[in-house]
């Protein structure tokens, strides 16, 4: 199909900017450049990416080889918490060093050679938050980090990239007031989005007590040595995916521009792009990330493509599981009791309905997976949980004093 180019796109395009946003409006779309580098590259329609192909909802970036899959309460220990306030005075300390002190003295040159050091300290930052993150999962892979202590890493990465963020505002703000000062502060921006995700948002609400502490705030944790999923119930399904592997800056990007990069990763998603409005595209260049975010029936997306790999290299999806596709059922009869598991699409959450096998009555009851309890049945007898990579133990006590326990497939 050939689509024309909004008006606001071409203008858009038409420069060469450090971050280059597209907003199209809804129903709206952008057509390939003629000879594009997306006609190189293979059908970018997930079938062949990294990404679970799903009917009726959106595709997901996943893990092939997962090595680890389990539940995990968000926490925020003492180490963590005493490691994040060291982050931010080392933040404050660097601006204030490099620049705040005899700044408004110096020379237009020494003001621009103040703020390229100080953008140079906190970009080494920023890429310390990477490198750590990519030490905790690896461990975590490998047997060597509880679940419990790659989220508190998660969550100080959180909360590391909110401080180096207000850094860079203010490095901004300085550097407007100087002539031929150009730094790539958005790019770093975009890089430190990355870290200040849904998930990890309401990962820190559990850990300050704004969340409740049931089975909404249990979190499913899944590692390779490749990347990592997280995955929760809250009022809707939040899940955040990144690979390691599809990431390669030491490449050039694999697009011919904006426009190119911007198909390409619709089609990667052909659900969301069909059942979507209000989505937008940022290029962030010297970093080369490809940022999508969009509106669909069942949520919000939000996505990055590695320009070096054209691959999907972080995914964040908040999703409303009420409308979910159901994959499967799963009954089970056992012990006075009627189980339905009822299992949505790919990595999805899992509803059960508790209920009496000789009254049909709904049961309230304790839910646990592999030992580990995740919530309780409501008065309608039913629970929403993210169940874990391939099968698991699921044990029901109800408070009539009724115990089972059963395998679940995967």
Known sequence: MNRAIPPLLAVLLGFSLLVAPIVA?????????????????????????????????????????????????????????????????????????????????????????????????????????????????????????????????????????????????????????????????????????????EARSQLAAATRGQERTDSETTVTVETSENGYVISMLNENYVREAVRFDNRNVSEPSQFSGLTDAYQYTLEMYPWANETRSSPSFNMHTTVQLYKLDISHDHGHLQTYLDGGTSDIYREAQFLNHDSLPVASQQPVTKGGLDLMVNKTVGDGPSELIVSDSETSELRSATISINGAEVGKTGADGTLWFVPPGGGYELTVETTTGKRISTSISG
């Not at 003001?111 to 890429?127: C, G, N, P, T, W």
């Open 25 to 197: 409006a809804p129903g709206n779309s952008l057509s390939a450049t003629p000879n594009s580098s997306l006609q190189q590259l293979s059908t970018a329609d997930g079938s062949d990416s990294d990404l679970q192909v799903l009917e009726n909802t959106t595709n997901r970036l996943w893990l092939k080889n997962a090595a680890r899959s389990e539940h995990a309460r968000p926490s925020y220990g003492v180490g963590t918490m005493l490691a994040s306030m060291d982050d931010e005075i080392q933040a404050d300390h660097a601006q204030y060093a490099i620049v705040d002190r005899g700044f408004d003295d110096a020379t237009a040159e020494e003001k621009r050679v103040m703020l390229r050091d100080a953008f140079d300290r906190i970009k080494e930052r920023s890429d310390a938050i990477e490198s750590r993150e990519r030490r905790a999962v690896r461990a975590h892979a490998n047997g060597a980090l509880s679940s419990s202590r790659l989220l508190e890493t998660l969550l100080r990465n959180y909360e590391e990239a909110a401080v180096l963020s207000k850094s860079l505002e203010k490095l901004d703000d300085r550097s407007s007031g100087v002539s031929n000062s150009s730094l790539p502060i958005e790019d770093e921006q975009g890089r430190l989005e990355m870290h200040r995700t």
